[in-house]
């Protein structure tokens, strides 16, 4: 079992849960603006359902030690860098706790997901 790759997978899994589930509380996690608006709600739900996949292939990939688990890791990093970018085009009209939150949140998803990478495909060489 590859340890990382479950924590890692099973937080993953249980925020995109979360914004399947109650999207409008798990924004509140993030942000200090509530999800009020249907647009922001389906974003999330489909930030929801990304999250849950990848974090439940990253979660099963670990339970099981699969060669793949360093693909997953990737997977989740690359989710990251798409967040992580989207933070900063809008980094100007964010307020402090959502810029930590947002950018700090998808940057250290990125280094997770990078440092998880390197370490499975070390391992499996």
Do not use: C
Request: glycine share 12%.
């Amino acid at each position: 079992m590859n340890k990382a790759a479950v924590g890692a997978g099973a937080i993953r899994a249980a925020s995109g849960i979360s914004f399947l589930v109650v999207p409008e509380r798990a924004q509140l996690l993030w942000s200090e603006r509530p999800a009020t608006d249907p647009t922001a709600r389906l974003l999330l739900r489909s930030m929801g359902y990304r999250d849950t996949l990848i974090g439940a292939a990253l979660l099963a990939a670990g339970l099981r030690s699969s060669p793949t688990v360093s693909n997953w890791f990737l997977a989740s990093a690359g989710a990251d860098t798409t967040d992580f970018v989207g933070a900063l085009a809008v980094r100007d009209e964010l307020s402090k706790r959502d810029h930590v939150m947002g950018i700090g949140g998808a940057a250290a998803g990125i280094v997770i997901g990078v440092v998880g990478w390197a370490a499975t495909r070390r391992r499996a060489s």
